[in-house]
């Protein structure tokens, strides 16, 4: 693997951590702020929101530039985002420093999907986008615990002044190590509109938000429910989040290998075990053990459907796939949103910190019925196909009326 993918690797280390690391830093924010732990969502569901309005905005406004400053200039908004959370008077400032920061994140990982995939061979594409993914999920395994540690011992605002730090990082691996590829020439903005007409990038994109985002209706209110349901001391909540980050890890891997060889069959394994697992979290979540082993399989599936959706929206958006991959970052992301909606209302409802594991249960399923459908047109569309090419030299002459 080319060493430009380490670079897209350390930024995607930093947007991680600042992505997942408010999730283990929840009860303290509320508490300083002196908001619900429902209202402090606020902040997981408008970097979400963020993303998915930054993913097209940055990308669009980036068209007239080199993919590499580009990725430097996402890399800059990054680190001020995360200064503005770090000094918030107010919660509402630090909701805005989330959002300022969510406008990279979603540019950042498909412009990087489109660089990643053009530095190596067209059967290795997945492997590629997984490589520089799994800067995302080794944040989750060594970013966000330290951040959780250090926001719980240190206080919050010196874990997000420490992201900052991290993204300055990874802006200095982007100038030094990316190569500042050609742009494609003809491509303009209105063949990259164009992948949208495909009906098969958009069920791809659907299934990015369902299935993601059941994993975060589960994980978004990890620490609440650990503490309160499970009975772990808040001290526990870092090392659970290793454990859903090492999942992760497991699960980018494993999706990047074989999203080159089995990409259906990858995804109709992960989305129907994932809604499964996230339904037997409700009553998993009761017993310390079980409940560390269920988040360890959630983080693995969910982020098993990563490369394999990733590359799917780059293969049917393949002749202008820069705004299509951006925009499927932002369905990660709209999934996030609406996951972390939807949990706390079940919480405020009345329904017990258990309860966002179904709603996340019910949104994985809804993938799976998409992929299957996907799979389905994609098979009836090239049957005429089929037909033709088994057509004897002859036929295959013959003039074909309409």
Not at 11 to 34: K, N, R, S, Y
Request: glycine share 12%; no cysteine.
């Amino acid at each position: 693997m080319p060493l430009a993918l380490l670079a897209l690797a350390i930024g995607a280390f930093g947007i991680g951590t600042t992505e997942f690391v408010i999730m283990g830093l929840l009860p303290e924010v509320a508490g300083d702020f002196g908001v619900s732990i429902p209202t402090a969502g606020l902040l997981v569901t408008g970097y979400a929101l963020g993303v998915v309005l930054g993913a097209p905005l940055m990308t669009v406004l980036g068209t007239r530039i080199s993919r590499k400053h580009m990725l430097m200039l996402l890399m800059g908004l990054f680190i001020a985002g995360n200064l503005l959370s770090a000094v918030a008077p107010v919660f509402g400032v630090m909701l805005a420093g989330r959002v300022v920061a969510s406008l990279a994140h979603g540019a950042f990982f498909g412009i990087g999907s489109v660089v990643a995939a053009e530095l190596v061979a067209p059967e290795k594409k997945a492997g590629a986008i997984a490589m520089m993914f799994t800067g995302l999920t080794v944040a989750n395994v060594v970013g966000v615990p330290l951040g959780t540690l250090v926001g719980q011992t240190l206080g919050w605002r010196t874990t997000f002044a420490i992201v900052a730090g991290l993204g300055v990082i990874g802006l200095a691996g982007i100038a030094k190590l990316v190569p500042d590829l050609p742009k494609p020439e003809g491509v303009r903005l209105r063949h990259e509109l164009a992948a949208f007409r495909n009906v098969q990038v958009l069920l791809a994109m659907a299934m990015t938000i369902l299935g993601f985002g059941g994993v975060f209706a589960a994980v978004t209110y990890l620490a609440p429910m650990m503490t309160d349901v499970a009975g772990y001391a808040d001290s526990s909540v870092t090392w659970l989040l290793v454990l859903f980050g090492l999942g992760m890890v497991a699960g980018n891997l494993i999706g990047g290998k074989f999203a080159d060889r089995a990409l259906m069959p990858l995804l109709y394994i992960s989305l129907g075990a994932l809604a499964v697992v996230l339904a037997l979290f409700t009553l998993t979540a009761h017993n310390k053990i079980a409940a560390a082993v269920t988040i360890t399989l959630i983080g693995a599936l969910g982020f098993a459907t990563v490369p394999p959706l990733q590359k799917r929206v780059l293969d049917q958006a393949s002749g202008a796939p820069t705004l299509a991959s951006a925009m499927n970052i932002g369905a990660f992301n709209l999934g996030n949103a609406l996951s972390a909606w939807l949990g706390g209302l079940v919480i405020s409802a009345g329904l017990g910190y258990t309860a966002p594991n179904w709603v996340g249960a019910v949104l994985a399923g809804s993938a799976l019925v998409l992929a299957v459908l996907s799979a389905v047109l994609e098979r009836r569309s090239s049957a005429p196909s089929l037909v033709v090419t088994g057509a004897t030299p002859v036929e295959q002459a013959l003039p074909v009326h309409h």
